[in-house]
Structures are given as structure tokens and as C-alpha cells.
């Protein structure tokens, strides 16, 4: 067992470690003064049914989402097998994170992805701050949900597909 320094700023061991657990990826994305924001998300969960609510984490740092947080709907999308460079794209620090693509925007302004495995269109309902993340938490107000779309995997700080046994 290795002893984790709690104020160690770099923390590349407790990176890789959290790297272990697979995950899948989401697009968080709305319309805000006419334009397209988004971002990709690995940390997306399930929270609760009744009411139906998720979650997402988002850094500290982060320079979209003080913009996309107060949306009056933001979309969510799981994305899919073959959403690889979406997925870069939608990270980018610079550049249109757009480009290359394929979206449609709700009435609400969420933007969900083409292809996506699931859609979920959200507002935010509450926001917990934890450590160099704030936990923000998401009601679910409709959703499309695409079963047999499989989705893209993150694990190892690279992509993968899911694999049946
Ligand atoms: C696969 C993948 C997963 C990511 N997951 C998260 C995440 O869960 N939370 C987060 O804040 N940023 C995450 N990011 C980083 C953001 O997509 C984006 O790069 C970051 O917010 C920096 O841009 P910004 O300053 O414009 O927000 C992830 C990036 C990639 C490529």
C-alpha cells in the first residue's frame, strides 16, 4: 500500500491509480448567448430515481462551465463507440470544440450529440464543492435512451470498447 499525501499538488500516482476504474464519457452542452459550449465529462454517475438526478464533477479550473452552469437546460450525452475524437474535441482548450461535430439543440437549449447512446435533458439542481472539484448535481427532465448503441469506454487515460464475455 502506498501513503497518499493529501497536499501533494502533482498527485500523478493517485491519477493513475483513479485511471484503474473504467468509465464511460459524457458531452455536457447547451446554447449560451446563441453559441454551442460544451464539454466532455468521464465523471458521470447515477444518483437517484425519485427524483431522477446525476451527477457530474467538474474541476475547479474550468473556464466552460461557470458558463454552461446557468443554463436553463443542459444536455447530456453518453457517447458512443466511435466518439473518440468527438470526445478530444469536445475537450480542447482551444479551436472550435464543435467542429467535426454532429448535434441537435433542444427547445430548452441543451445540445445533445448525434449517435449518442443516451440523451438526458437536464437542469442543475444542486452544486456541492469537494475538494478541487464541485459535484454538480443534475435533475433529469426527458431522455432517449439508444440501448443497443454501445458506449465508448474510458480507462487507462485511453479509449476502449466494451467488450461481451
Ligand atoms: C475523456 C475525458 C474526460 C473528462 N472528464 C472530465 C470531468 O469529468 N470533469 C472535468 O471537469 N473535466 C473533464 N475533462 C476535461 C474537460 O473536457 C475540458 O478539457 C476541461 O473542462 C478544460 O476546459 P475548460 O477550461 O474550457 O473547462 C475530461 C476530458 C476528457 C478528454
Redesign the pocket.
Known amino acids: 500500500m502506498i501513503e497518499i499525501d493529501p497536499f501533494d499538488q502533482d498527485a500523478g500516482g493517485l491519477r493513475r491509480a483513479f485511471a484503474c476504474f473504467p468509465s464511460g ?1 459524457t458531452a455536457v452542452c447547451s446554447i449560451v448567448d446563441g453559441e454551442p459550449v460544451g ?6 454517475t447515477a444518483v437517484s430515481l425519485t427524483p431522477p438526478l446525476v451527477s ?4 475547479d ?5 461557470p458558463r454552461l452552469r446557468s443554463s436553463r437546460r443542459l444536455g447530456l450525452s453518453v457517447l458512443a463507440e466511435g466518439h473518440d475524437q468527438a ?2 474535441s ?4 482551444t479551436g472550435d470544440r464543435f467542429a467535426g461535430v454532429e448535434w441537435d439543440r433542444s427547445r430548452g437549449g441543451g445540445i445533445f450529440v448525434h449517435g449518442s447512446s443516451l440523451w438526458l435533458e437536464c437542469s442543475l439542481h444542486a452544486e456541492v464543492e469537494a475538494g478541487d ?1 464541485a459535484i454538480a448535481i443534475l435533475q433529469v427532465h426527458g431522455l432517449r435512451a439508444e440501448p443497443d448503441t454501445p458506449p465508448l469506454i ?1 480507462h487507462g487515460s485511453r ?1 476502449r470498447r466494451l467488450a461481451a464475455i
Open positions: 464519457v464539454m466532455a465529462a468521464s465523471s458521470f457530474v464533477c467538474v474541476q479550473t474550468s473556464e466552460t462551465w470526445c478530444r469536445l475537450s480542447n482548450k472539484h474510458f479509449f
